[in-house]
């Protein structure tokens, strides 16, 4: 019998930042259950350039440490997933400070 993989908990902040996310207009897709890592997929545009594109997030409180498997996929994939404490990190990504 194969188990299926356990992968960790939303982090408490997650629901806040997905809905304040949401709320701005931005697509948000929750992969925190499916996947171990990142926690959230986020598309937007860009209001500098109007551009629109994808970006990775792993959600961390603001005393959060990243696994040892989030650690080891941050050095196999540099730059690929982010880090948000908080919806203003990943509002900065796309010009929206």
């Known amino acids: 019998m194969t188990r299926r993989p356990r992968y960790p908990h939303p982090d408490a902040n997650q629901p ?3 809905q304040a996310l949401r709320a701005c207009g931005f697509l948000v897709l929750d992969v ?5 890592t990142p926690d959230i997929l ?8 109007q551009s629109g594109f994808w970006t990775a997030w792993e959600i961390k409180t603001p005393a959060g440490k990243l696994t040892r498997s989030q650690r080891m996929f941050a050095e196999l994939w540099p730059g690929a997933v982010q880090i948000a404490r908080c919806a203003g990190d990943v509002l900065a990504a796309y010009g929206r400070n």
């Open 32 to 36: 925190s259950s499916t996947l171990p």
């Open 16 to 18: 806040e930042i997905v």
């Open 42 to 49: 986020v598309w937007g545009y860009d209001l500098d350039s």
